[in-house]
């Protein structure tokens, strides 16, 4: 607090993370928005984005998408992948901005390149484009088909660095690739090996697949037990 009444933009973003998690003080949403926009203002980047998010979920805040954006934006052009992140979701999913795919992916891809695993794991879902999964096999033209093939060659690429993290969303759309062969080998072994990983975080897709493949007895003996076992889990999982 000393050091921040003195206009330290890391004490200040610091001092409005306790009060937005109620550490050492009580939890106070508008004390921690004060603290960050003071620090914001100063163009630290880190409280840039913490306020934005602040205006998303509207807490000390009126809710307001807009702002959210604009706060993201200008810790995104400082490099911020959080808030590259963020931005692209906004753009994804037109909150404060109009719907821009094409912006999206270049915010996704900018913080993906920076290792940021859910900017991985969601560029590669986006590239990979669950969508052109129906298309295969259907008289499709050839470019068609090259361009599909290519990118679910790069979405399974952002996907892996992603899993590789520990990114359990990334490792349940790996196991989608390989359980519909999609861009990669139909491989139910591999399939199950990211379920596995992604259903051991708790990740309730993951859990209800790895019981449909004990049901049908994909890369696993069929068991009826087990997938029973797999999918009242995944029910009962109250996080997905």
């Not at 890391?10 to 050492?24: D, P, S, V």
């Not at 980047?45 to 807490?59: C, D, E, P, R, V």
């Not at 052009?77 to 037109?94: F, H, I, P, T």
């Not at 891809?109 to 129906?134: E, F, H, V």
Request: aromatic share 16%.
């Amino acid at each position: 607090r000393l050091a921040a009444n003195q206009g330290n933009t890391k004490a200040q973003t610091n001092l409005g993370f306790l009060y937005e998690k109620g550490q050492g003080v009580t939890q106070d949403y508008a004390k921690s928005a004060h603290w960050y926009r003071l620090a914001a203002r100063q163009g630290y980047s880190l409280a840039q984005k913490s306020l934005g998010l602040l205006y998303y979920n509207g807490q000390g805040v009126p809710q307001d998408y807009a702002k959210a954006a604009h706060w993201y934006r200008l810790a995104a052009k400082q490099g911020y992948a959080r808030a590259q992140y963020n931005l692209g979701a906004s753009y994804e999913n037109g909150q404060g901005v109009p719907r821009d795919v094409v912006k999206a992916r270049h915010w996704y891809r900018l913080a993906a390149r920076q290792g940021y695993a859910p900017a991985q794991s969601t560029l590669g879902w986006i590239t990979a484009d669950i969508g052109a999964l129906s298309l295969i096999g259907r008289g499709i033209s050839q470019n068609d088909a090259r361009r599909i093939k290519k990118n679910f060659a790069r979405g399974f690429h952002w996907l892996r660095l992603a899993a590789r993290q520990g990114y359990a969303e990334a490792q349940f759309y790996l196991g989608v690739l390989y359980t519909n062969g999609a861009g990669v080998p139909q491989d139910y072994s591999k399939a199950l090996h990211w379920y596995r990983l992604a259903a051991k975080q708790g990740f309730a897709k993951a859990q209800r697949n790895i019981g449909v493949f004990y049901y049908n007895g994909w890369g696993v003996p069929q068991n009826f037990a087990k997938a029973a076992y797999w999918i009242n889990l995944a029910d009962n999982n109250k996080n997905q």
